[in-house]
T-cell receptor, first 113, second 114 residues
Framework: AQSVTQPDIHITVSEGASLELRCNYS??????LFWYVQSPGQGLQLLLK??????LVQGIKGFEAEFKRSQSSFNLRKPSVHWSDAAEYFC???????????FGQGTRLTINP | NAGVTQTPKFQVLKTGQSMTLQCAQD?????MSWYRQDPGMGLRLIHY???????DQGEVPNGYNVSRSTTEDFPLRLLSAAPSQTSVYFC?????????????FGPGTRLTVL
C-alpha cells in the first residue's frame, strides 16, 4: 500500500540555522513526489516536486529536496531558515499527473528568534 | 485566473443535516479531487474525478457523494452529517496527465458538525 511517513511531528530551529525535514515513502510504481507548505488557516502551496531527472530539485523560497530511490526518501532542506518559514510542511507521493496523492502526517516547524 | 475556489469558507451543521461543498476551477483541469484534513493525519483523499462524468472513491469515501457534470465544477455532498465529519475540506485540481503535473489546492472549507 502507498504511504508517506514524516517521522518528525514538530521541529524547532533557530532563525538562520539549517533545516532538514524527513520524508519516507512506500509506493508500488514510479513515484511522483511533492512538498507542500501550509500556513495557519491557509491552503497548501507547492514548494517543489520531483518527477524525473536530476535527483536534487530546487523549489521556491530557497528550499531544495533530494530524491534517494535506494532509501525511499525525499528529504526537504533549507540552508538558512527565516521566521516566515514557520508553517506546517507536508510530503506527498502520487502517480503520473499528480493523481491520487498520499500525504504524510505533516511536520510543524517553529522558528526561534 | 481565480484558480481553485471553494465555498463556503466556514459551515456549522447539526447531526443529520445535509449540505454541499462547492468547488470550481478555471484552469481547464481534467483531474479534480477532494481531501479532508484532520489533526495529525495529514490530508486523506475522499473522492476524485479524471474528467466530466467520471468519479471514483479515494481512501475515505463513506458518507460523501460526488458528481462531475462539467469540467469546472466538482461538488462534494454530505447526505447526513455526522460529528466524525468535522474537518477541513480541500478541493484540488490538475491536468492529470503529464509527469510534470501539479495539484493546485483551494483555500479550504472548515466544517463543524454538532
Amino acid at each position: 500500500a502507498q504511504s508517506v511517513t514524516q517521522p518528525d511531528i514538530h521541529i524547532t530551529v533557530s532563525e538562520g540555522a539549517s533545516l532538514e525535514l524527513r520524508c519516507n515513502y512506500s509506493y508500488g510504481a514510479t513515484p511522483y513526489l511533492f512538498w507542500y507548505v501550509q500556513s495557519p488557516g491557509q491552503g497548501l502551496q507547492l514548494l517543489l516536486k520531483y518527477f524525473s531527472g536530476d535527483t536534487l530539485v530546487q523549489g521556491i523560497k530557497g528550499f531544495e529536496a533530494e530524491f534517494k530511490r535506494s532509501q525511499s526518501s525525499f528529504n526537504l532542506r533549507k540552508p538558512s531558515v527565516h521566521w516566515s518559514d514557520a508553517a506546517e510542511y507536508f510530503c506527498a507521493v502520487g502517480g503520473k499527473g499528480a493523481q491520487k496523492l498520499v500525504f504524510g502526517q505533516g511536520t510543524r516547524l517553529t522558528i526561534n528568534p | 485566473n481565480a484558480g481553485v475556489t471553494q465555498t463556503p469558507k466556514f459551515q456549522v451543521l447539526k447531526t443529520g443535516q445535509s449540505m454541499t461543498l462547492q468547488c470550481a476551477q478555471d484552469m481547464n483541469h481534467e483531474y479534480m479531487s477532494w481531501y479532508r484534513q484532520d489533526p495529525g493525519m495529514g490530508l486523506r483523499l475522499i473522492h476524485y474525478s479524471v474528467g466530466a462524468g467520471i468519479t471514483d472513491q479515494g481512501e475515505v469515501p463513506n458518507g460523501y457523494n460526488v458528481s462531475r457534470s462539467t469540467t469546472e465544477d466538482f461538488p462534494l455532498r454530505l447526505l447526513s452529517a455526522a460529528p466524525s465529519q468535522t474537518s477541513v475540506y480541500f478541493c484540488a485540481s490538475s491536468y492529470g496527465q503529464a509527469e510534470s503535473d501539479t495539484q493546485y489546492f483551494g483555500p479550504g472549507t472548515r466544517l463543524t458538525v454538532l
